[in-house]
């Protein structure tokens, strides 16, 4: 089975849209259980820190949103985000690399990283 790749910051926003949701339910889920108090009060709590932590991680999507190089996918010709050496069209999932000597190269989130181990 292929393992779905998805664009780093698309991956980041699906990530703080589940928080949000997730914080949501939880918040629901101690509102249903009212009568024991205790519970009712962490699982408020736990859902508003989920919400919080969403926030603070769109708000630095954002910053780094703004930081990001914008290119033309060679695919689909549309505009796309690139962060790091290496990532993927938002739109179509193409592997793109702003780094001349990976092009060719099959694509390995691995050549983001900063170590010696990876490959190159």
């Known amino acids: 089975m292929k393992k779905q790749r998805k664009n780093k910051i698309n991956r980041a926003r699906n990530l703080a ?9 939880v918040m629901y889920g101690g509102l249903l259980l009212k009568q024991f108090e205790i ?8 859902g508003f820190v989920m919400v919080l932590a ?7 999507i954002g910053l780094t949103s703004t930081k990001a190089a914008v ?27 702003m ?3 990976l092009e060719g190269k099959e ?10 181990r990876a490959p190159r």
Do not use: Q, W
Request: contains cysteine; glycine residues 6%; hydrophobic residues 40%.
């Open 54 to 60: 969403s926030t603070a991680l769109y708000f630095l």
């Open 107 to 116: 694509f390995d989130e691995k050549y983001n990283k900063h170590s010696k």
């Open 17 to 25: 849209m589940f928080l949000v949701f997730g914080g949501m339910l």
């Open 71 to 97: 290119v033309t996918c060679p695919n689909c010709g549309k505009e796309t985000k690139v962060l790091g050496r290496v990532d993927l069209c938002m739109h179509c999932d193409e592997p793109l690399t």
């Open 99 to 101: 780094d001349r000597n």
């Open 39 to 46: 519970i009712m009060v962490i699982l408020m709590l736990v």
